[in-house]
């Protein structure tokens, strides 16, 4: 042997565990693997000469003495460790890369930066239309990966709808981990070629979806990790979901702000939001707040003055909606838009945490006032074509699986047409496509589960959010959790809550994630 071969193979054998597959790389990868090489050549050979032979009394000999031998090792050592990490960090970021590449159903992978994450990617995971039948077809599904430490906990963020950020999400800041960001079949860019089979959007297509994708990346690429699922508002409903039929994907899911209806309109919603604003509903006694006790009758004077004044409103959503290129077809015109507007008002009042204190009265302020609050409180592009087109996917959901709720106009029969009833949602429905029978088997089924069986299953809810009329109750089910900050809305999240509740939620959490 050589004393170069010998003590290459000594300095070189970290390097050469990591890189030896980058020669099956892109070119880059390549070179950069022949200039770790060239490096390591060069020191050894600056060391040890360029004798064929290698003889170790010969060697040492010529160092003259133990004080020389110790300045060669100490002007070369940090070069040896820079080349060290270097080739460490080089082989950790292909290495995920590598990985990703190696599963079948991955395509179109794209680098992005975006930070705390070292590595992060966008890529495509094909999936059947039809799990049930594979043979109908495919499309690709939007995924996202950020990538910290290979050994950090996965969370797996479950849109209910579309991506809509690739930053870093609550969990994935508190645990310092992991992130995979999944977006939910037939949204925005998960679509297939042909357009929505409506008849697969269903929660168990979806939690099949899920369920693929987090199996293919746990097994190849976090086969050791701990997995925390968790989505917001339809994604918690989602995380929801996908944890009642493949309860053994992640070790803990974590829900924020889902309601679980049981039916296409759960009663509890309208009797929830009739004790919202009012004495009934427990806030003075709770935070002493007298003006949210009388909340409930400010916004039903706010609505009853927008009737009444309906034609003053009316030409100014005319004009934004033409400013905006809005079309109201598909609700039955812009007037109709209008009123649903003011019917929607209090939903959207409490569902976003409005102020009280900031509705107007016809005293204080002028028409033009009164409609910018208006829409700013109740969006008139919630009831826009567009806007229905694009989230038709969450309607249909609603109107045959998840539920919704509707306007009761008993308060407000006087403005509105005399064959009038309850307003629900069915005008949303996609054109052509019979609405089916409300699936309330399904939902109580999964209600009963999480009464029963589910555990490691944390819920934050916000008190004041009028979907918490039909959040979980887990009933005497101690291996799932729920926290209720009861002044917040639907954008409650671990942050709002006091430092005792906090505390004791994240105890939870780090004692489940201990478990084996």
């Known amino acids: 042997?050589?004393?170069?071969?010998?003590?290459?193979?000594?300095?070189?054998?970290?390097?050469?565990?990591?890189?030896l597959f980058v020669k099956y790389k892109e070119n880059f990868a390549v070179v950069q693997y022949k200039m770790l090489s060239y490096a390591y050549d060069s020191l050894l050979y600056g060391i040890l000469g360029d004798s064929n032979r290698f003889n170790m009394s010969a060697f040492f000999s010529n160092l003259q003495s133990k004080r020389k031998m110790l300045l060669i090792m100490k002007k070369y050592l940090s070069l040896f460790v820079i080349l060290?990490?270097?080739?460490?960090?080089?082989?950790?970021?292909?290495?995920?890369?590598?990985?990703?590449?190696?599963?079948?159903q991955i395509s179109d992978i794209q680098k992005l930066d975006v930070k705390p994450f070292e590595e992060y990617y966008q890529f495509w995971f094909e999936q059947p239309i039809d799990h049930n039948n594979p043979s109908e077809g495919t499309f690709k599904q939007k995924v996202l990966l950020g990538h910290k430490k290979q050994d950090a906990p996965v969370i797996v963020e479950l849109e209910g709808y579309n991506i809509w950020s690739s930053e870093e999400g609550e969990l994935a800041n508190i645990l310092k981990g992991n992130q995979l960001t999944i977006e939910h079949r037939f949204f925005d860019q998960s679509v297939p070629e042909g357009g929505i089979p409506w008849e697969n959007l269903t929660i168990k297509q979806a939690a099949d979806d899920q369920h693929e994708i987090i199996q293919a990346i746990r097994q190849k690429i976090y086969p050791a990790s701990k997995w925390i699922s968790t989505g917001i508002s339809k994604g918690g409903q989602t995380t929801i979901f996908h944890r009642y039929f493949y309860p053994a994907d992640v070790d803990i899911s974590v829900p924020y702000v889902a309601p679980l209806n049981l039916e296409y309109?759960?009663?509890r919603l309208d009797k929830f939001l009739n004790r919202l604003g009012t004495a009934k509903s427990g806030v003075k006694a709770l935070f002493n707040w007298e003006d949210l006790n009388t909340c409930h009758y400010t916004i039903r004077d706010f609505q009853t003055m927008c009737f009444e004044h309906l034609d003053t409103l009316l030409p100014m959503l005319e004009e934004l909606a033409a400013e905006k290129k809005y079309?109201?077809?598909?609700?039955?015109?812009?007037?109709?838009?209008?009123?649903?507007?003011?019917?929607?008002?209090?939903?959207?009042?409490?569902?976003?945490?409005?102020?009280?204190?900031?509705?107007?009265?016809?005293?204080?302020?002028?028409?033009?006032?009164?409609?910018?609050?208006?829409?700013?409180?109740?969006?008139p592009d919630f009831f826009e074509d567009k806007y229905i087109v694009r989230m038709q996917p969450f309607f249909y959901a609603a109107l045959t699986e998840i539920g919704m709720y509707d306007y009761k106009i008993k308060p407000f029969k006087?403005?509105?047409?005399?064959?009038?009833?309850?307003?629900?949602?069915?005008?949303?429905?996609?054109?052509?496509?019979?609405?089916?029978?409300?699936?309330?088997?399904?939902?109580?089924?999964?209600?009963?589960?999480?009464?029963?069986?589910?555990?490691?299953?944390?819920?934050?809810?916000?008190?004041?959010?009028?979907?918490?009329?039909?959040?979980?109750?887990?009933?005497?089910?101690?291996?799932?959790?729920?926290?209720?900050?009861?002044d917040m809305s639907h954008a409650c999240r671990i942050k709002d809550f006091d430092p005792v509740s906090k505390e004791d939620l994240l105890d939870t959490l780090n004692e489940w994630m201990q478990e084996k």
């Open 84 to 104: 060290y990490l270097f080739a460490g960090a080089v082989s950790a970021d292909d290495r995920v890369l590598e990985k990703l590449r190696q599963i079948p």
């Open 265 to 267: 309109v759960d009663p």
């Open 414 to 486: 006087k403005f509105l047409p005399e064959d009038d009833k309850d307003i629900d949602f069915s005008f949303t429905m996609p054109e052509g496509v019979e609405k089916k029978p409300f699936n309330d088997k399904q939902m109580k089924a999964i209600n009963e589960w999480l009464q029963t069986d589910a555990e490691r299953i944390l819920f934050v809810y916000g008190g004041s959010d009028p979907w918490y009329a039909t959040g979980v109750d887990l009933k005497k089910n101690g291996k799932c959790r729920k926290y209720v900050r009861g």
């Open 1 to 19: 042997m050589t004393k170069y071969h010998f003590v290459r193979q000594v300095f070189s054998c970290r390097v050469n565990s990591h890189i």
């Open 327 to 379: 079309t109201y077809r598909m609700v039955g015109g812009t007037k109709r838009a209008l009123q649903l507007m003011i019917l929607e008002y209090p939903f959207a009042f409490w569902q976003w945490g409005n102020n009280c204190a900031d509705i107007p009265d016809q005293e204080s302020a002028d028409w033009e006032e009164i409609f910018e609050y208006l829409v700013k409180v109740s969006s």
